[in-house]
Structures are given as C-alpha cells and as structure tokens.
C-alpha cells in the first residue's frame, strides 16, 4: 500500500490546502493529513479546531485520516509506515524552502521521500497569513476555504 503525509500548520486549512490533499489522495492509497505543532509558532485557531477544520474539509475523500502531531515528521513517518511526504509549493521560494526540508527529513529517514507539488495558478496566491488578515478586518474569506471550514471559523472566533 502506497501512504503519503500532507502536513501542514492548516491554520486555517485553505481551498489551495485542500487542492494539494485532493491530489494526493487520487497519487496514493492512504494519506495522513497532520497538524504538526511547531511550538516556535503561535497559532491562531487551536489544535482542536484546526483538525476539525481538517475533517471537515477532508470527508469526502475516503482514503484521507486526519490527524495531529507534536514530533519529528520523520519519526511519524517511519511510526506510521509512510513513504512519501507530499508538499505545495505557490512559488520559487516556498519550492525552495520544501527541497530543504527533504533533503533534512530524508536525512534522518533514508527511506522517505518527498513530491511537491505546484499550486494550481488560481489558488497561488491564497494562504493562511492572507486568510486569516480577511477574516480579521470581516472581509468576504469563505470562497477561499473549503466547504465547512468557514462556519467552524465563524464558530470559534
């Protein structure tokens, strides 16, 4: 069995987000998508709600756990059985910054690799920093988020 890891921050989980896991999930038999808790960044929405969030934006796609965790990605991919770490990209520098990470994670996990992906050019410019700057100043943010995603924003802000 094929099995991917999507992780991310997901804070929130955006439409360019969900468009990288869709694709995932049609490449591979099993995709974990994880919360990782980086605990150098402050969050904006908790764990809790992030990876409701998730579930929500995922549960169509029956191949897809949602998940959380607060390691090493590599260690949840070698304790999880997965091969392969899927990764967006928007632009050079975010493609530049996911060679590294692969590069360090296959490091400490030989057999891991890595497949980024470019985002779709009408979801480039969508990100979480961008998002959450909309719903902040009460602009129009829901197009952008996957389906469900938005009232459990409206819910715990």
């Known amino acids: 069995m094929r099995t991917a890891l999507v992780p991310g921050s997901f804070d929130p989980p955006t439409a360019g987000h969900l468009n990288i896991i869709e694709r995932a999930s049609a490449m591979f038999d099993k995709v974990y ?10 969050p904006r929405f ?13 549960k169509h796609l029956d191949n897809v756990i949602c998940d959380t965790n607060d390691g090493m990605l590599a260690d949840y991919c070698k ?13 050079a520098a ?45 602009e129009n943010f829901e197009k952008y988020l996957p389906d469900g995603v938005a009232d459990i924003i409206k819910r715990v802000i």
Do not use: W
């Not at 998508?33 to 402050?42: C, E, G, L, P």
């Not at 908790?46 to 995922?58: S, W």
């Not at 470019?118 to 959450?132: G, H």
């Open 94 to 138: 975010d493609f530049e910054y996911e060679a590294k990470m692969a590069h360090i994670n296959r490091g400490i996990n030989p057999e891991l690799d890595t497949v980024i992906l470019p985002a779709e050019s009408a979801l480039e410019q969508i990100s979480s920093t961008l998002l959450y700057e909309m719903i902040k100043s009460g």
């Open 46 to 58: 908790d764990v809790t709600a992030r990876l409701e969030m998730l579930k929500a934006a995922c």
């Open 33 to 42: 998508v994880t919360v990782f808790i980086n605990a150098d960044k402050t």
């Open 79 to 91: 304790n999880k059985g997965i091969q392969t770490v899927v990764k967006g990209a928007r632009n």
